[in-house]
């Protein structure tokens, strides 16, 4: 059974919230599907479906008109992680996590305002409202997790996360020899919280992850130490059982932030710095 092809991004208001690009690399998986369309499908976590613009300006392809009432109905905000899924004739499944990691639960209710109902209408069809075509001089700006300028020892290799102000304040106090990420906690007490974290912070760093190893252990410099369950995904490790432990025996709460290090590439663990707001 083929693998469908995906790719993710992370929003933030100031590049996607009008438009979206997508990945470069990623266009290719579109074959011939995309050429003269003006028009592609987001399928959300529910189920409701969007009709979204789609234009080309040279090498690069995005979503247009449509996108921003996608991005409204969904309730997708600064730091949301969206996973795209294509499924052949210009359609998408879109997963939509919050910055705790966790599925958004308004993506699952959404409702699409856009008041038209697909009909089963043949990919490359057009419409009134289709995809504008983006004129030669547009200027987009690259995405965050595209490109992103790292500064030496602040942004380790597998780090694609664009800073917040307050995780922005521990980068500037805390280093480290070894490769780190930095993540301020965002979750729901009514939910059972996880981890994400991207699979490339391991492999770029030269720690084994196999698909085999089912724990990952979790030290703080006092001694603690907690074993997590990993489930092993294409691009991401979700981190559960003994997350919400770690959390409690270390009193995070939403707004602290903490620093994941690699101190041992030879063994599957990360060392945590917790820095607790307001800090």
């Not at 690399?25 to 599907?33: M, Q, S």
């Not at 109905?73 to 499944?93: I, T």
């Not at 724990?215 to 703080?220: A, F, I, Q, S, Y």
Request: hydrophobic share 35%.
């Amino acid at each position: 059974m083929d693998l469908l092809p995906v790719f993710f991004k992370i929003y933030f208001p100031d590049d996607s919230s009008e438009i979206m690009k997508m990945p470069e690399e990623f266009v290719g998986h579109l074959k011939a599907d995309y050429k003269g369309c003006r028009q592609a499908y987001l399928v959300g976590p529910g189920g409701e479906e969007w009709r979204v613009g789609f234009a080309r300006c040279g090498n690069d392809c995005f979503f247009t008109d449509g996108w921003k009432t996608f991005v409204k109905d969904n309730g997708v905000a600064y730091g949301h992680f969206l996973l795209f899924r294509y499924r052949g004739g210009m359609r998408f499944k879109v997963n939509i996590f919050t910055p705790s990691g966790l599925e958004s639960e308004a993506a699952f209710t959404a409702k699409c305002t856009q008041g038209w109902k697909n009909n089963g209408a043949e990919k490359g069809q057009s419409s009134n409202n289709g995809g504008q075509v983006l004129p030669a001089c547009c200027l987009v700006k690259p995405s965050a997790d595209e490109g992103t300028s790292r500064r030496p020892g602040k942004r380790p290799k597998g780090e694609s996360h664009m800073m917040s102000a307050a995780e922005q304040r521990v980068a500037d106090v805390f280093s480290s020899v070894h490769p780190f990420i930095i993540r301020q906690m965002n979750f729901e007490r009514s939910q059972m919280p996880v981890l994400h974290i991207l699979k490339s912070f391991f492999s770029e760093n030269s720690v084994i992850c196999k698909p085999s190893d089912r724990h990952l252990v979790l030290r703080t410099r006092h001694g603690g130490c907690w074993s997590l369950t990993i489930n092993h995904g294409t691009y991401v490790h979700t981190l559960c059982d003994g997350w919400a432990s770690f959390l409690r025996d270390n009193n995070v709460e939403n707004g602290d932030v903490c620093v994941f290090e690699i101190a041992d590439s030879s063994k599957l663990e990360l060392l945590v710095h917790v820095f607790h707001s307001p800090f």
